[in-house]
C-alpha cells in the first residue's frame, strides 16, 4: 500500500516552499522600497534641480505633489484592477511603467517635462504597493505568518522614507540629481524578474464594479485643492484661476459626497467614517504626513539654498531621521501588538509637537546639532506613526473590508504630503523664496518667515496626539463593532 508523503517545506494552501514566499515578499517590498523612498529622496534634489532647470517655486512644489496627488488618485482603482484583471499582471505593468517613468525624469530637459515625467511615474508606483500587498495577503495565508508579513511590509514604508533623503543626499553629490531616479531602474529591473520567476498570478473571483464617477471627483477635489494651495501665491489668492481651482474642489467634494452616498458600490464607502477609529485614522495620517512633507521640502530649501551646504552634508543632518526610523518603527509595532494604538499615537503627536516648537523658536544661523537634535526627535515621532494608524484603520474592520480600510489610509497618507508641500508656499512663501535664493534671504529672515508653518506643525502634533486618546477610548472602539454588522460582505471571498 502506497502512502503519500507530504511535503513538509510547501504551504498546504498554497503549495508554495518558505524559500519562495520570502522571494515574494522581497519582490514586493522592492517594489514598496522605490515608492516609499522616491516620495522622499526627490526632497534634496530639489534645489540643484532649480538651479539647473531654472525652476519656480510652485513648480518645484509641483515636483513633489504631481507624484503624491497622482499616486493619492489611482491607488484604490490600481488595487482593484489588480483584483480583476491579474495581480502578477498588472503588478509587472506597474514595475514597467515606473521604469519609464523615472528614465524619463533622469532624462528631462526641463522642468515641464520633468513633472510630465513625475506623473508618469507615478501612475506606475499606483500598481505597486496595493497590488503587492494584495500578492503578500494571497501567499502568506497562515494568520501569524500573515502578521509578521506585514510587519516587514510596514517597517519597510518608514525606514525607505527616511532613508530618502540621506541616500539622495549622498548620489547627488557623487554624479548629479538625476542620479535619484537611475537608482530605481535597477530595483524595478530585479523585482520583474523576481515577479515573473516566483510570483503565482492571482485574481479575485468576487470583484467590486469600478467607480469612474466616483474616481473622477476625487481627482477632480484633490487636484483642485492642491492647486489653489500652491499657485495662489505666485498668481494672487483673486486670481480667477486660483479661485475656479477653488470652487471646482468645494463641488466636486460635495458630489462627491452626495453621488458616493447613493451608490450600492461606492468608490469609498462613507459608511467607514462612522467609526471613530477609521475616522480618527484617516485624520491622523493626513496631519502626520503633512508635517513630514512640509519638513522634508523647506528644510532642504533652507539647509543647501539660505545655509549653504551641500546635498550629501543635508543627506547627513537628516540622517537622525533615519535613525529614528530604523528604530522606532519596528519599536512602534511592537507596542501596538501589546498595549494598542494609544501609546504609540500620544507619543507620536508629541513628539512631533515638540520638534515642530523647536522650530518655531529656532533662530536663522542655529547651530548643525541643533538642527539633527530637532531632526531626531521629529524622527521619532513620525517612525512611531505607520503601525498604530494602519492598526486603528483596520481596528472592529470585518476581514473582507479590511483592505479597503487600509487603503483609504494609504491615500491619506499621500493626501498628507501634498498637502504639507503646498502649505510651504500658501502660508510661508516668503521663508521658501528666502530658501530658494540668496538674494531673497538677504532681505528675508527664513526663521521668522517659516514661523507660521511651523506653528501649524505644532498644531497637527497636537491633534495627532488628542485623537490617538480620543480614537482608542472605549466608546470609539464600540463604534467600529457597531458599523462591522452595516458593512460586512459574503461571509466567504474566494481567490483562484
Not at 305 to 314: C, Y
Not at 427 to 449: E, K, M, P, Q, W
Amino acid at each position: 500500500m502506497n502512502a503519500t508523503v507530504p511535503d513538509l517545506g510547501r504551504d498546504a494552501m498554497t503549495g508554495m516552499t518558505a524559500a519562495r514566499k520570502r522571494i515574494v515578499l522581497a519582490s514586493c517590498c522592492l517594489s514598496l522600497l522605490i515608492v516609499s523612498m522616491d516620495a522622499t529622496i526627490v526632497n534634496v534634489a530639489i534645489p540643484s534641480i532649480r538651479t539647473d532647470l531654472g525652476a519656480t517655486a510652485s513648480q518645484l512644489q509641483w515636483v513633489i505633489d504631481i507624484y503624491t496627488l497622482v499616486l493619492a488618485s489611482l491607488l484604490m482603482l490600481s488595487g482593484a484592477m489588480g483584483d480583476r484583471f491579474g495581480r502578477r499582471r498588472v503588478f509587472q505593468i506597474g514595475l514597467t511603467v515606473f521604469a519609464v517613468g523615472s528614465l524619463l525624469c533622469s532624462l528631462a530637459p526641463g522642468i515641464d517635462a520633468l513633472i510630465a515625467a513625475r506623473f508618469l511615474q507615478a501612475v506606475g508606483g499606483s500598481m505597486l504597493n496595493p497590488v503587492a500587498l494584495s500578492i503578500i495577503s494571497q501567499v502568506f495565508t497562515g494568520p501569524v505568518e500573515r502578521a509578521r508579513a506585514i510587519g516587514v511590509w510596514g517597517a519597510v514604508v518608514g525606514i525607505a522614507m527616511a532613508l530618502g533623503p540621506t541616500v539622495g543626499g549622498l548620489l547627488i553629490h557623487l554624479i548629479g540629481w538625476r542620479a535619484v531616479f537611475w537608482i530605481n531602474l535597477p530595483i524595478c529591473l530585479a523585482a520583474i524578474v523576481l515577479t515573473a520567476l516566483f510570483v503565482p498570478e492571482t485574481k479575485s473571483a468576487t470583484m467590486r464594479n469600478v467607480d469612474p464617477v466616483g474616481q473622477i471627483l476625487a481627482v477632480l477635489f484633490l487636484f483642485g485643492a492642491v492647486f489653489a494651495l500652491i499657485e495662489g501665491p505666485a498668481l494672487g489668492w483673486d486670481n480667477y484661476r486660483v479661485i475656479g481651482a477653488a470652487a471646482l474642489a468645494l463641488l466636486a467634494f460635495a458630489a462627491f459626497l452626495r453621488f458616493e452616498s447613493r451608490r450600492a458600490d461606492p468608490f469609498i464607502d462613507l459608511r467607514f467614517f462612522r467609526s471613530v477609529p477609521f475616522a480618527s485614522a484617516t485624520v491622523i495620517a493626513i496631519c502626520a504626513f503633512a508635517s513630514w512633507g512640509a519638513l522634508l521640502f523647506m528644510m532642504s530649501l533652507y539647509l543647501q539654498g539660505a545655509r549653504g551646504f551641500s546635498a550629501v552634508q543635508t543627506g547627513l543632518i537628516y540622517l537622525p531621521i533615519a535613525v529614528g526610523a530604523l528604530v522606532f518603527s519596528p519599536l512602534s509595532g511592537r507596542m501596538v501588538g501589546r498595549y494598542g494604538a494609544r501609546p504609540s499615537l500620544v507619543i507620536s503627536g508629541s513628539m512631533i509637537a515638540l520638534a515642530s516648537t523647536a522650530l518655531v523658536l529656532l533662530p536663522e544661523n542655529a547651530a548643525v546639532w541643533t538642527l539633527m537634535l530637532v531632526f531626531a526627535v521629529f524622527g521619532i515621532g513620525f517612525s512611531m506613526v505607520n503601525a498604530p494608524i494602519t492598526n486603528a484603520a483596520v481596528s472592529g474592520m470585518p476581514l473582507d473590508r479590511a483592505g479597503a480600510a487600509s487603503a483609504v489610509t494609504s491615500t491619506s497618507r499621500q493626501i498628507g504630503v501634498s498637502i504639507g508641500v503646498a502649505l510651504c508656499g500658501s502660508i510661508a512663501g516668503a521663508a521658501l523664496a528666502a530658501a530658494g535664493s540668496s538674494h531673497a534671504a538677504a532681505a528675508v529672515n527664513f526663521a521668522d518667515a517659516a514661523r507660521p508653518l511651523w506653528s501649524t506643525c505644532v498644531v497637527l502634533g497636537v491633534v495627532i496626539a488628542v485623537l490617538g486618546v480620543i480614537s482608542t477610548a472605549p466608546r470609539a472602539m464600540e463604534s467600529a463593532r457597531r458599523l462591522a454588522p452595516l458593512i460586512e460582505g459574503p461571509k466567504v471571498r474566494a481567490d483562484v
